[in-house]
């Protein structure tokens, strides 16, 4: 929603529910922490609650449950038949799959413009990076984690950096974007807390 326009109308087919975040993170908390014991189930995150990635799944609670799945700590290193835990627990294990993500990295790009494996990106507005001046010679489109439908975002970014191509939109001075990027990043560690995502605000 912009916030500099005047008025805005917004037309719905069917309506729309528009709860303010304070009132859904006290209501996730509340409906979580009450019909989901995450002690009992081993997956009590030491971060809060809208600090941490989700994992969405509506068998896992069973499975753990019923003994088909085990939750344990961290791996601390290998063994030659299997794997030492972080509560020093051994494990004698067939094989490791490793579900990490994906790692980010640009190779090409000088580090000084783009950390590799970084998620602190700070690029302007989750696209250009301010070190580049206000030419704007290289974009990263889709370097975002978000609520809802992704190519959206991917194609407005990408339409955005068409336009500063062609030079029919000007970006800022590089103080400037690394000033509006400072305040993003506060704004997102507040709200958040250190993540492990790329998140668009």
């Keep these: 929603m912009d916030q500099t326009v005047g008025r805005t109308t917004l037309s719905f087919t069917e309506g729309y529910f528009l709860p303010p975040e304070w009132y859904l993170q006290s209501w996730v908390k509340r409906t979580f922490f009450r019909r989901i014991n995450f002690d009992t189930l081993g997956l009590r995150s030491v971060r809060n609650i809208f600090q941490s990635d989700w994992m969405v ?15 344990k700590p961290a791996i601390d290193h290998f063994t030659t038949t299997g794997v030492t835990l972080c509560d020093g627990s051994t494990l004698e294990v067939d094989t490791v799959i490793f579900a990490t993500g994906y790692r980010i990295a640009a190779p090409l790009v000088d580090r000084s413009i783009i950390q590799e494996n970084s998620t602190d990106f700070r690029l302007y507005k989750s696209v250009f990076p ?72």
Excluded at 152 to 157: D, S, T
């Design 57 to 71: 799944n509506d068998n896992m609670q069973i499975k753990i449950m019923a003994g088909k799945v085990k939750i």
């Design 130 to 201: 301010p070190r580049l001046g206000r030419d704007g010679t290289l974009a990263c489109i889709g370097l975002i984690n978000i609520i809802g439908s992704y190519a959206p975002v991917a194609e407005l970014q990408a339409r955005w950096t068409v336009r500063v191509f062609k030079g029919l939109c000007q970006l800022p001075t590089p103080e400037c974007m690394l000033k509006d990027v400072m305040q993003t990043r506060q704004e997102e560690l507040r709200k958040r807390g250190k993540c492990s995502t790329v998140v668009i605000m």
